[in-house]
């Protein structure tokens, strides 16, 4: 969605197996031959990796922008003051954007000194970047949690995509703290016995975090929006995505479909928490789902990681159906109290949090 500007740092596991096996790579090229930058880091440390990212584009974009001030006389006021204080939100500004620094560098091309000869190296860095941090919940979840809530910490402006399988998928299906109450994973044999984590609860606790939690299958616009939301929020985002795996014990060709299934029994509400509805006196919390139609058990029972225990034990089963069809329901009901509140209520402690790189 972010073409060039996008910089992604990959956590090792399934993502970064397909995502940097060539000659085949889910990742595009618009007609100038131009895409992401995508590397992969080690699991345990992705987000720290990916906020040096955010940190090194931030040190480019205020060389660039010092550069510029001091060529300011050289280049022309009007284009210098045109780059300098262009918004760059939407798609249209990040065009015209493109078209003047376009323009700046074949003037910094005719100027014959050093200060120019910097700002070319770092030109670029005039359009803004687009940083991600993407990882599955193996690592999101548990072995790189520390960093990466250390990273929303931070308020920089860094954008985090969670694949989550509920399940470590690369390394053989060991349970996860994403795996959810009563189903079979390696380590939870006779199904594991606590609900999964809420990360998204978790983050939005810091009230200047963009969260969304979304599920391509089941609402494919609300996930476009989530995206787009999530890359312009001057800020810290967290997307957590649905993503069926082989591990589920499903027909991958229908993913799709049990995706739908998961958001319509309530097991996973789709929802949005923008800090910046604060500014128009809405509530940041926004529910996006509708409530449970199906029980939870026509979700769950399609997947071979819940209907295996019902056959091997049977009464163990039944018992961790009833209760994870009441977490489900009181999550549900949690997510509804959080929606139906003023957005005073998530105002962060002190106010609204600054981003230090502005």
């Given at each position: 969605m972010f073409g060039d500007r996008a910089q992604i740092a990959n956590a090792t596991g399934c993502s970064s197996i397909y995502g940097g096996s060539l000659p085949v790579t889910p990742w595009a090229v618009d007609h100038d031959g131009r895409g992401p930058a995508w590397s992969n880091s080690l699991f345990e440390d992705n987000a720290e990796f990916g906020l040096g990212f955010r940190l090194a584009a931030d040190k480019h974009l205020a060389l660039a922008r010092a550069l510029l001030v001091q060529l300011t006389p050289v280049v022309g006021e009007e284009l210098a003051a045109g780059v300098l204080n262009a918004p760059q939100i939407h798609e249209f500004e990040l065009r015209a954007q493109r078209i003047r620094v376009a323009e700046l560098k074949t003037r910094l091309l005719k100027i014959e000194?050093?200060?120019?000869?910097?700002?070319?190296?770092?030109?670029?860095?005039?359009?803004?970047?687009?940083?991600?941090?993407?990882?599955?919940?193996?690592?999101?979840?548990?072995?790189?949690f520390g960093g990466l809530d250390h990273v929303i910490a931070t308020g920089r402006n860094v954008n985090i995509l969670v694949l989550n399988t509920e399940?470590?998928?690369?390394?053989?299906?060991?349970?996860?703290?994403?795996?959810?109450?009563?189903?079979?994973?390696?380590?939870?044999?006779?199904?594991?016995?606590?609900?999964?984590?809420?990360?998204?609860?978790?983050?939005?606790?810091?009230?200047?975090?963009?969260?969304?939690?979304?599920?391509?299958?089941?609402?494919?616009?609300?996930?476009?929006?989530?995206?787009?939301?999530?890359?312009?929020?001057?800020?810290?985002?967290?997307?957590?995505?649905?993503?069926?795996?082989?591990?589920?014990?499903?027909?991958?060709?229908?993913?799709?479909?049990?995706?739908?299934?998961?958001?319509?029994?309530?097991?996973?509400?789709?929802?949005?928490?923008?800090?910046?509805?604060?500014?128009?006196?809405?509530?940041?919390?926004?529910?996006?789902?509708?409530?449970?139609?199906?029980?939870?058990?026509?979700?769950?029972?399609?997947?071979?990681?819940?209907?295996?225990?019902?056959?091997?034990?049977?009464?163990?089963?039944?018992?961790?159906?009833?209760?994870?069809?009441?977490?489900?329901?009181?999550?549900?009901?949690?997510?509804e109290a959080l929606a139906a509140q003023d957005g005073s209520r998530f105002q962060p402690s002190g106010g609204e949090v600054a981003n230090p790189a502005s």
């Amino acid at each position: 969605m972010f073409g060039d500007r996008a910089q992604i740092a990959n956590a090792t596991g399934c993502s970064s197996i397909y995502g940097g096996s060539l000659p085949v790579t889910p990742w595009a090229v618009d007609h100038d031959g131009r895409g992401p930058a995508w590397s992969n880091s080690l699991f345990e440390d992705n987000a720290e990796f990916g906020l040096g990212f955010r940190l090194a584009a931030d040190k480019h974009l205020a060389l660039a922008r010092a550069l510029l001030v001091q060529l300011t006389p050289v280049v022309g006021e009007e284009l210098a003051a045109g780059v300098l204080n262009a918004p760059q939100i939407h798609e249209f500004e990040l065009r015209a954007q493109r078209i003047r620094v376009a323009e700046l560098k074949t003037r910094l091309l005719k100027i014959e000194t050093e200060p120019a000869r910097n700002l070319l190296s770092v030109v670029d860095h005039l359009v803004r970047r687009s940083i991600w941090i993407v990882g599955g919940d193996g690592w999101a979840f548990d072995i790189g949690f520390g960093g990466l809530d250390h990273v929303i910490a931070t308020g920089r402006n860094v954008n985090i995509l969670v694949l989550n399988t509920e399940v470590y998928s690369n390394t053989g299906g060991q349970a996860s703290k994403a795996t959810p109450l009563g189903a079979v994973a390696k380590f939870a044999a006779a199904g594991k016995r606590v609900a999964r984590k809420d990360l998204a609860l978790q983050a939005i606790a810091y009230g200047n975090v963009y969260v969304a939690q979304v599920a391509m299958g089941a609402n494919s616009q609300q996930t476009l929006d989530a995206f787009r939301e999530a890359e312009a929020y001057d800020g810290p985002s967290l997307i957590l995505a649905y993503s069926q795996c082989i591990a589920h014990g499903i027909d991958m060709r229908f993913g799709m479909k049990q995706q739908d299934l998961a958001v319509a029994c309530g097991y996973w509400p789709l929802l949005r928490f923008n800090p910046t509805m604060r500014s128009v006196g809405k509530s940041p919390f926004q529910l996006d789902s509708p409530r449970p139609t199906i029980p939870f058990k026509d979700y769950a029972y399609n997947e071979v990681r819940y209907s295996s225990l019902a056959r091997s034990l049977p009464d163990e089963a039944a018992a961790l159906l009833a209760s994870a069809q009441a977490a489900v329901v009181d999550k549900y009901q949690q997510y509804e109290a959080l929606a139906a509140q003023d957005g005073s209520r998530f105002q962060p402690s002190g106010g609204e949090v600054a981003n230090p790189a502005s």
